[in-house]
């Protein structure tokens, strides 16, 4: 890490509605993924239930992709200490993905391949055209760090994913399908897109968001290297990549704690509460599929996981991109917020714990799915507040 002051300051180039934009679909997606699976509990029974497919697919690729492609527009530019070269494409990808997706959904619900693909090629569309948007980044950048590699395999796995996805549409429809593809496609998913890039840009926003200063990225290298032979080695069928990605996870919760012991600031607020609460949920995952139970092993790990890691940096990224585009230009002219005051911190706080009591609760007691649904529903409602502050 350079001794340089981080900021997730937007440069001007990147407009506010961008990330805004994608964080308010992937919110919606995540409320739509959240009621559909709350009122059709049975769609846990069976692997590639109709319901269960749309599900996973408004959570993984509606909240988690969303918030992830909005949040990399401001801070791609930060981590690479280059501004983006067109923001501007940012729309497509979020026009091409906020329209696939409900395509792809209603698609799973009819079992109707024709508009899974059709929906999943607008959606595979909306990323290629962001993953490319990113390697005009890369090749630009003026500093190069574990983080800025950790963002290029996210940006590789984000464009393998959905055409993994597509060959599984396309095959179901017109013959060659092969179910066993489908863990390819749900590996590059959770372990490429997902555990990379909570791992790597959790690493740039923990530090940032608890002024911890200094810490090497060294072990950030070495769990990129581990996590990715991991996902290999489970790709091509072999035990060790379950072996592997235990390791990738002693190395990740060895690296948040050297974050955290070097921090200046004491207190932990609501977001990094959160994030180093769904970070408890990866043991519970790798346990229950060591154990043999994938389904257990992806409820803990989308909802438990993903849920509160990415609502956690929502209360911290919202605020501080509102306020330093709204605010910050009036300081000193007129009163203006503080930036702590414009999260209502107690929904906020009772948000994550609806989402943790319930997504702990979900694989034994299926009803508890409406707790996380409440969850999310009042971390929805925390943000708007934001946005009206
Ligand atoms: C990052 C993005 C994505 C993630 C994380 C993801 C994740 C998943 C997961 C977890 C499953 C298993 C669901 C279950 O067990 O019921 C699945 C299945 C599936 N996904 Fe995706 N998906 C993504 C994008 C896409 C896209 C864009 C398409 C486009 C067509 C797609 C098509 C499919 C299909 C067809 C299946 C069922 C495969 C089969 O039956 O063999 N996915 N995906």
């Given at each position: 890490m350079t001794g340089r002051?981080?900021?997730?300051?937007?440069?001007?180039a990147?407009?506010?509605?961008?990330?805004?934009g994608?964080?308010?679909a992937?919110t919606?997606?995540?409320l739509?993924?959240?009621?559909?699976?709350?009122?059709?509990?049975?769609?846990?029974q069976a692997?590639?239930?109709?319901?269960?497919l749309a599900?996973?697919h408004?959570?993984?690729?509606?909240?988690?992709?969303?918030?992830l492609?909005?949040?990399l527009?401001?801070l791609v530019?930060v981590?690479?200490?280059s501004?983006?070269p067109?923001?501007?494409?940012g729309?497509?990808t979020l026009?091409?993905?906020?329209?696939?997706?409900?395509?792809?959904?209603?698609?799973f619900?009819q079992?109707?391949?024709?508009?899974v693909?059709l929906?999943?090629?607008?959606v595979?569309?909306g990323?290629?055209?962001f993953?490319?948007h990113?390697?005009l980044?890369f090749?630009r950048?003026?500093?190069?760090?574990?983080?800025?590699t950790?963002l290029a395999?996210?940006?590789?796995y984000?464009?393998?994913?959905p055409?993994l996805?597509?060959l599984?549409a396309?095959?179901?429809?017109y013959?060659?399908?092969?179910?066993?593809r489908?863990?390819?496609?749900?590996l590059a998913?959770?372990?490429?897109v997902?555990?990379l890039?909570?791992?790597?840009v959790g690493h740039k926003?923990?530090?940032?968001f608890?002024?911890?200063?200094?810490?090497d990225?060294?072990?950030?290298?070495?769990?990129?290297?581990?996590?990715?032979l991991?996902?290999?080695?489970?790709?091509?069928?072999q035990?060790?990549?379950l072996?592997?990605?235990?390791?990738g996870l002693v190395?990740?919760?060895?690296d948040?704690?050297r974050?955290?012991?070097?921090?200046?600031?004491?207190?932990?607020?609501?977001?990094?509460?959160?994030y180093?609460?769904?970070?408890?949920?990866?043991?519970?995952s790798?346990?229950?599929?060591?154990?043999g139970e994938?389904?257990?092993?992806?409820?803990?790990?989308?909802?438990g996981?993903?849920?509160?890691?990415v609502?956690?940096?929502?209360y911290?990224?919202?605020?501080?991109l509102?306020?330093?585009q709204?605010?910050a230009?009036?300081?000193g002219?007129?009163?203006?917020?503080a930036l702590?005051?414009?999260?209502p911190e107690?929904?906020?706080?009772?948000?994550?714990l609806?989402l943790?009591l319930g997504a702990?609760?979900?694989p034994?007691?299926?009803p508890?799915?409406w707790?996380?649904?409440?969850?999310?529903l009042l971390?929805?409602y925390?943000?708007?507040?934001?946005l009206?502050?």
């Open positions: 002051a981080p900021s997730l300051t937007p440069t001007p990147v407009p506010l509605s961008l990330p805004l994608f964080f308010a992937g919606a997606f995540l739509w993924g959240l009621l559909l699976l709350a009122i059709h509990p049975e769609a846990l692997v590639r239930h109709p319901v269960l599900s996973s408004l959570l993984f690729l509606g909240f988690g992709v969303g918030v492609v909005g949040a527009h401001p530019p981590v690479l200490e501004p983006l067109r923001p501007a494409l729309y497509p026009a091409l993905w906020g329209a696939g997706l409900p395509l792809q959904t209603l698609g619900l079992a109707d391949p024709r508009w693909a929906g999943g090629g607008l595979l569309l990323l290629l055209l993953a490319g990113l390697a980044a090749r950048a003026s500093r190069w760090s574990p983080v800025a950790a395999w996210v940006s590789f984000l464009a393998l994913t055409l996805g597509m599984q396309l095959t179901l429809r013959g060659f399908y092969d179910p066993e489908m863990a390819w496609h749900v998913g959770l372990v490429g997902f555990l890039s909570i791992l790597g926003l923990v530090s940032m608890t002024l911890s200063h200094g810490t990225e060294g072990v950030l290298g070495l769990l990129l290297w581990v996590l990715n991991g996902l290999l080695g489970l790709a091509l069928g035990p060790m990549g072996g592997l990605l235990a390791l190395l990740a919760f060895y948040t704690w974050i955290l012991r070097q921090r200046v600031k004491r207190a932990l607020d609501v977001g990094v509460r959160h180093l609460a769904g970070l408890a949920f990866l043991p519970l790798l346990g229950a599929l060591l154990a994938p389904l257990r092993a992806g409820l803990w790990f989308g909802l996981f993903l849920g509160l890691v609502s956690g940096m929502l911290k990224i919202v605020p501080f509102v306020w330093t709204r605010y230009p009036r300081v002219l007129e009163p203006v917020p702590k005051d414009m999260l107690r929904a906020a706080d009772a948000a994550g609806l943790g702990l609760l979900t034994f007691w299926p508890a799915l707790v996380c649904a409440a969850g999310g971390c929805a925390a943000l708007e507040e934001v009206r502050s």
